[in-house]
């Protein structure tokens, strides 16, 4: 008798044609045969083995080097299902167009079997899925990202309980590109590109836009977020989870080197991307990080930004589309530390003059394991998640968004989510810098109507306990010359303090239309110097930019129609008026 696994493995076999089925099993051995056979092809090109044993570089296809939002589907057989802000086509459509351009794009080539656990291997919280592919990176990069091979057999036995994602590089040609999820049936196509977040399937579109559809289905929460520890002095560690959007500060959140380090404050990584939340018996909520390694942003990270993925990238790490010094192969991008004295290759693999642009591509990434940061917590792989006792929301905004804000209560909490608002970076194709609405940091990542995720939002609440605070941040407020005003990366560890303070009810607060922001003395500027001038213009609330705000949230609410809970609504209109009467007062 075969198993589910092995009828589908047959069933894609039949359609993609490969001329040999590969079963992996994770192990070092496998993982060398796959770099030795890449180097031989040239999709890996060798770094310094001697600085960085382990290390190579993949330079994808200069047509596919980010997201590509526009070809990614929520196939549910509703179009309300997948709501406003989600491409939509039915599944048998989907299936009827997407189908042939898997039918024999395997002929000639390996199909890769690739069993995976996301969460933790003995953790309840977390599931399996196997990813079938032609692309030896997306083998080599799963099994960093997740738990790979053989233990996901193991987990799996003879079940079905399983996510299929069927992955093909296909021409690469962007016109025959699609990235596909049914929901319903949990199940992920993906077809015609070799990046990153469309082709390792357990990223984001099993993570997050299947599991933010189970999560609702079985009371949990898939979130686009960071976990990180915050130690105080007395050894104590505050967990905290974070979503910004994609190239807004994840990663270096959750692995900085707090500039407090003198005074007993330190930060811990559980995870940089993805958090699965649930509830516990006692109330609390407990979060896992479902990955294993992590994909960040290779420009900016130097050794003054993010010192411990530095750290991290000494051996076996993937460097994709980075730029590459000619003489002694080390990797380099925009921000890492000047120009080398040597020639460059850029990410396209040319020589490298100034006036031609970024030598790295400015979404250049490096994949690595999480446990090779200095940073990693003793806590990260606990099977019953830790406890989460504040929620940050942040983006990207030149203007209008203080340093940091706390909201009232959980439900205004929810609505400071819900009317995020970052701009666009080159984690996806598209322009770059324009303001767009991002809820949660979901809008490319909720596997489901976002009027629906609200609700679930508002009932995760009512559920917990002793509900986490909810804050909101914004490194990135400029003054009018366009300077940022706030030095970020590791100095962002006195905003945690203050948000940590505030959990505790040490620290004072001054009520605004928005939310409260640190009173005059409670953000702790030791060791900093910040002009008086930038504290205030970073902790200010316009109310005419917040009017504007108040009318382009409720314009993006309106496409809910009535999937949006009155609540949302509620708090709109309460927002409204407190800027109103706050506007009189000052008047
Ligand atoms: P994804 O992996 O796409 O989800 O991104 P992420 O949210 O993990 O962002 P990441 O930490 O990789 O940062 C993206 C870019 O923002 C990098 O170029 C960083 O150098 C820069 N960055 C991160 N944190 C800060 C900060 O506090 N201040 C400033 N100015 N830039 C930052
Ligand atoms: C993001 O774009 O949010 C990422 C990178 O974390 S990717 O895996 O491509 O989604
Ligand atoms: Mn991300």
Redesign the pocket.
């Known amino acids: 008798m075969s198993t589910p696994l092995e009828r589908w493995v047959d069933e894609s076999a039949r359609l993609t044609k490969p001329s040999k089925i590969v079963w992996c099993d994770g192990s070092k051995a496998e993982n060398d045969r796959l770099a030795d056979e890449m180097l031989r092809d040239g999709t890996y090109i060798e770094l310094n083995q001697k600085t960085r044993p382990g290390c190579y570089l993949h330079r994808s296809n200069p047509n596919d080097v980010a997201r590509t939002e526009g070809i990614t589907y929520i196939c549910t057989r509703q179009k309300d299902d997948a709501g406003p802000t989600n491409n939509w086509m039915s599944p048998l459509e989907a299936k009827e167009k997407v189908r042939p351009l898997f039918d024999g794009a395997m002929k000639g080539r390996t199909m890769y079997v690739v069993p995976y656990i996301l969460g933790p291997v003995n953790s309840p919280f977390s599931k399996v899925g196997v990813e079938i592919t032609d692309s030896p990176y997306v083998v080599a990069s799963m099994r960093i990202m997740s738990r790979m091979g053989q233990a996901a057999l193991d987990r799996l036995g003879g079940s079905d309980d399983f996510v299929p994602g069927l992955h093909s590089l296909g021409d690469l040609n962007p016109d025959r590109r699609f990235v596909l999820h049914f929901p319903e049936e949990k199940l992920i196509w993906s077809v015609g590109s070799g990046y990153g977040g469309n082709a390792l399937l357990g990223k984001k579109c099993f993570a997050l836009r299947i599991a933010s559809y189970m999560a609702r289905e079985q009371g949990w929460m898939a979130e686009h977020m960071l976990i990180l520890g915050l130690e105080d002095p007395s050894g104590k560690v505050t967990y905290m989870a974070a979503a910004?959007p994609?190239?807004?500060?994840?990663?270096?959140?959750a692995m900085m080197v707090s500039a407090l380090e003198n005074s007993g404050y330190r930060v811990w990584t559980v995870g940089?991307?993805i958090a699965w939340m649930h509830i516990a018996s006692d109330g609390s909520l407990r979060a896992i990080n479902p990955e294993a390694g992590f994909?960040?942003?290779a420009?900016?990270?130097n050794a003054k930004?993010n010192p411990n993925v530095r750290t991290a990238l000494q051996h076996d790490a993937i460097f994709t589309n980075v730029a590459m010094t000619a003489t002694s192969r080390e990797p380099w991008w925009e921000?890492i530390n000047g120009l080398p004295q040597e020639e460059l290759i850029n990410w396209k693999g040319e020589a490298w003059k100034p006036g031609m642009g970024p030598a790295a591509h400015p979404n250049s990434r490096y994949t690595v394991s999480a446990n090779q940061s200095p940073s990693i917590s003793a806590h990260w792989e606990d099977p019953e998640g830790i406890p989460i006792s504040a929620i940050i929301f942040g983006g990207r905004r030149a203007r209008v968004a203080p340093l940091v804000y706390q909201s009232r209560d959980w439900q205004h909490g929810v609505f400071v989510g819900a009317t995020m608002a970052s701009e666009t970076t080159a984690?996806a194709t598209g322009a770059v810098g324009v303001t767009r609405r991002d809820p949660m940091a979901m809008i490319p990542f909720c596997g489901y109507n976002m009027g629906d995720y609200f609700r679930h939002w508002l009932e995760m609440g009512s559920r917990l306990e002793n509900a986490p605070k909810i804050f909101h941040v914004n490194?990135?407020r400029r003054d009018r010359s366009g300077k940022?005003l706030w030095p970020?990366?590791g100095e962002?560890v006195r905003v945690l303090k203050w948000m940590l303070d505030r959990i505790e009810e040490r620290a004072d607060a001054t009520e605004t239309p928005i939310g409260d922001v640190p009173a005059p003395g409670s953000l702790d500027l030791d060791g900093l110097a910040i002009p008086r001038e930038s504290l205030d213009e970073l902790l200010r609330v316009d109310p005419g930019d917040w009017t504007e705000e108040v009318a382009a949230t409720g314009k993006f609410f309106e496409k809910f129609g009535n999937r949006l809970p009155d609540e949302i609504r509620t708090e709109h209109k309460a927002l409204a008026d407190r800027l109103q009467r706050s506007s009189v007062v000052t008047k």
Do not use: E, I
């Open positions: 910004f994609s190239a807004c500060g994840k990663t270096n959140l940089d991307d994909f960040g942003v420009p900016g990270t930004t921000g984690a490194w990135f940022l970020g990366y962002n």
